[in-house]
């Protein structure tokens, strides 16, 4: 297990859901926390950890990475909420939905009809028998 030693720079909330916001030497870091934990607080440190399986790999130059299973695909419908925002994706007929912040969503420059690419890590894709 990776472990960061982290201060919390922002709570944002919705709900039972928390977008907290940590700085780790200098860097801004953020965790989507699924039950609201009300102990947490600005200023507070925090360990940031993350499993080892968990951490993706890309150049610096933005033109490698570690993911191997990618859908080239186009955004069908975007629903953004307060912290997180839905996105279906259309892949060769298929229906892909992810879930972002919303942060990223504005970020990223998100539209209905723009081309992206999904990425899903290799452990993270699960098998299930076809009858």
Same mark, same amino acid.
């Given at each position: 297990?990776?472990?960061?030693?982290?201060?919390?720079?922002?709570?944002?909330?919705?709900?039972?859901l928390?977008?907290?916001?940590?700085k780790?030497?200098?860097?801004?870091?953020?965790?989507? /926390?699924? +039950?609201?934990?009300? &102990?947490? @607080?600005?200023?507070?440190?925090?360990?940031?950890?993350? $499993? #080892?399986? =968990?951490?993706?790999?890309?150049?610096?130059?933005?033109?490698?990475?570690?993911?191997?299973?990618?859908?080239?695909?186009?955004?069908?419908?975007?629903?953004k909420?307060k912290?997180?925002?839905?996105?279906?994706?259309?892949?060769?007929?298929?229906? /892909?939905? +992810?879930?972002?912040? &919303?942060? @990223?969503?504005?970020?990223?420059?998100l539209f209905?009809? $723009? #081309?992206? =690419?999904?990425?899903?890590?290799?452990?993270?894709?699960m098998?299930?028998?076809?009858?």
């Open positions: 297990m990776n472990q960061l030693l982290a201060e919390i720079t922002e709570i944002k909330t919705s709900d039972d928390a977008l907290v916001k940590m780790c030497e200098d860097e801004i870091f953020s965790s989507l /926390i699924i +039950s609201r934990d009300d &102990s947490m @607080s600005v200023g507070k440190k925090v360990w940031m950890s993350f $499993k #080892e399986t =968990e951490v993706m790999l890309r150049e610096i130059s933005g033109e490698g990475i570690s993911i191997k299973n990618r859908f080239a695909s186009t955004i069908k419908t975007l629903q909420g912290l997180l925002c839905e996105v279906i994706l259309n892949y060769k007929g298929h229906s /892909i939905t +992810s879930i972002i912040t &919303s942060e @990223s969503c504005e970020a990223m420059n209905i009809g $723009k #081309e992206v =690419e999904a990425l899903v890590k290799t452990n993270d894709l098998l299930i028998q076809h009858q």
